[in-house]
């Protein structure tokens, strides 16, 4: 009899232990989807390329690793409570019921916000509202944000026979640079587990012996038909009502126009830059780079080789743009100029 009540205390402390071991491992790392979803908009509003799919998806993933190394966070590439709660802190949205009358064009004009941002927080294919629907209201209206740049940053997994001379040299970065974006002001990285990395996606690799560089400008293709909508120049931007410097020409198109390589040249760059949205820049070697933003589908990888005039996207608005649209930039040893003075 006493060896039963001993074995049912033993059992009722196992359990306790799993019960127990259970919350804590429930506090460390939230799965539930509403949660997960409501993470993704706060990623999404912050800039990140995420979709709300309530899972924790590869970029979502990427996406947390990102933001937990950039905010001196631990690295998990998931969703623990002070990962969430950072979040929470920096970005502010609040929900909105939808009533008789409203409509999301009004709804975004009250709340001084682009229906293409309302539309993506909320992962609206169209602008039709029901009665009693929940709109998330973004807070901060991107305004805030880090402003555009043609760095892609990349998250470097540091070796334990790294160090931060070896690291600049490799990626050929200023140390004083990786210092300033990484927030460190020693060279001992021992107790840092990532870095971030900027890429630059406009700076020429190569350069031609058949073509000088005049060679190159003056034999560039239209990339669409040029109705320029945006000229190169400064101008006050149309979501941060800032006035900043527009590094090359907005040409009004219909979503999912053929965009053409403006000259032959090899891929640098296929993929999601933070504003732009899904980017391709071509090195036409001799310093000239080519830049194509705010595409709806990317047809080309990084390292393809293309010729003049081969279609390598078909056009949009994806990252932060009030409607569709290409961007092109021309870039000349790293530095922008006006593509309407090469484009016949």
Same mark, same amino acid.
């Given at each position: 009899?006493?060896?039963?009540?001993?074995?049912?205390?033993?059992?009722?402390?196992?359990?306790?232990?799993?019960?127990?071991?259970?919350?804590?491992?429930?506090?460390?790392?939230?799965?539930?989807?509403?949660?997960?979803?409501?993470?993704?908009? !706060?990623?999404?509003?912050?800039?990140?390329?995420?979709?709300?799919?309530?899972?924790?998806?590869?970029?979502?993933?990427?996406?947390?690793?990102?933001?937990?190394?950039?905010?001196?966070?631990?690295?998990?590439?998931?969703?623990?409570?002070?990962?969430?709660?950072?979040?929470?802190?920096?970005?502010?949205?609040?929900?909105?019921?939808?009533?008789?009358?409203?409509?999301?064009?009004?709804?975004?004009?009250?709340?001084?916000?682009?229906?293409?941002?309302?539309?993506? *927080?909320?992962?609206?294919?169209?602008?039709?509202?029901?009665?009693?629907?929940?709109?998330?209201?973004?807070?901060?209206?991107?305004? +805030?944000? +880090?402003? #555009?740049?043609?760095?892609?940053?990349? !998250?470097?997994?540091?070796?334990?026979?790294?160090?931060?001379?070896?690291?600049?040299?490799?990626?050929?970065?200023?140390?004083?640079?990786?210092?300033?974006?990484?927030?460190?002001?020693?060279?001992?990285?021992?107790?840092?587990?990532?870095?971030?990395? /900027?890429?630059?996606?406009?700076?020429?690799?190569? !350069?031609?012996?058949?073509?000088?560089?005049?060679?190159?400008?003056?034999?560039?293709?239209?990339?669409?038909?040029?109705?320029?909508?945006?000229?190169?120049?400064?101008?006050?931007?149309?979501?941060?009502?800032?006035?900043?410097?527009?590094?090359?020409?907005?040409?009004?198109? *219909?979503?999912?126009?053929?965009?053409?390589?403006?000259?032959?040249?090899?891929?640098?760059?296929?993929?999601?830059?933070?504003?732009?949205?899904?980017?391709?820049?071509?090195?036409?070697?001799?310093? *000239? *780079?080519?830049? #194509?933003?705010? !595409?709806?589908?990317?047809?080309?990888?990084?390292?393809?080789?293309?010729?003049?005039? +081969?279609?390598?996207?078909?056009?949009?608005?994806?990252?932060?743009?009030?409607? /569709?649209?290409?961007?092109?930039?021309?870039?000349?040893?790293?530095?922008?100029?006006?593509?309407?003075?090469?484009?016949?």
């Amino acid at each position: 009899m006493n060896n039963n009540r001993v074995y049912l205390i033993i059992l009722l402390i196992i359990l306790v232990l799993m019960i127990t071991n259970n919350i804590v491992l429930a506090d460390d790392f939230i799965t539930n989807k509403p949660t997960i979803k409501r993470v993704q908009y !706060n990623l999404l509003i912050l800039g990140y390329d995420v979709a709300l799919t309530s899972k924790l998806d590869s970029k979502t993933y990427e996406s947390l690793v990102d933001f937990q190394n950039k905010n001196k966070l631990k690295i998990t590439g998931k969703v623990d409570q002070e990962t969430f709660f950072k979040l929470e802190q920096l970005v502010n949205f609040k929900s909105y019921l939808v009533e008789s009358g409203d409509t999301l064009e009004g709804i975004a004009k009250e709340y001084n916000l682009t229906l293409d941002l309302i539309k993506r *927080v909320n992962d609206m294919s169209s602008s039709k509202l029901n009665i009693g629907d929940e709109i998330i209201i973004p807070q901060n209206n991107l305004g +805030e944000l +880090e402003s #555009y740049n043609l760095n892609k940053i990349i !998250n470097y997994r540091i070796k334990p026979t790294d160090n931060l001379h070896q690291i600049a040299k490799k990626f050929k970065i200023n140390i004083e640079v990786l210092k300033k974006i990484n927030n460190i002001s020693y060279k001992n990285i021992t107790k840092i587990k990532m870095l971030r990395i /900027p890429i630059r996606i406009t700076e020429s690799k190569f !350069n031609s012996n058949k073509f000088t560089k005049n060679d190159i400008l003056n034999r560039l293709v239209a990339p669409v038909k040029i109705k320029v909508s945006s000229k190169f120049g400064y101008r006050k931007h149309p979501i941060y009502k800032k006035r900043i410097l527009h590094k090359g020409v907005d040409l009004a198109v *219909v979503k999912g126009t053929k965009v053409k390589a403006i000259q032959k040249g090899i891929i640098l760059y296929a993929g999601w830059i933070r504003g732009y949205g899904k980017t391709i820049t071509i090195d036409h070697g001799n310093g *000239v *780079v080519s830049l #194509y933003a705010h !595409n709806s589908k990317l047809l080309v990888s990084k390292g393809d080789k293309i010729l003049a005039g +081969e279609v390598i996207s078909l056009s949009g608005n994806s990252g932060r743009s009030t409607g /569709p649209h290409l961007h092109l930039g021309i870039y000349i040893n790293n530095k922008a100029v006006d593509p309407l003075q090469y484009l016949r």
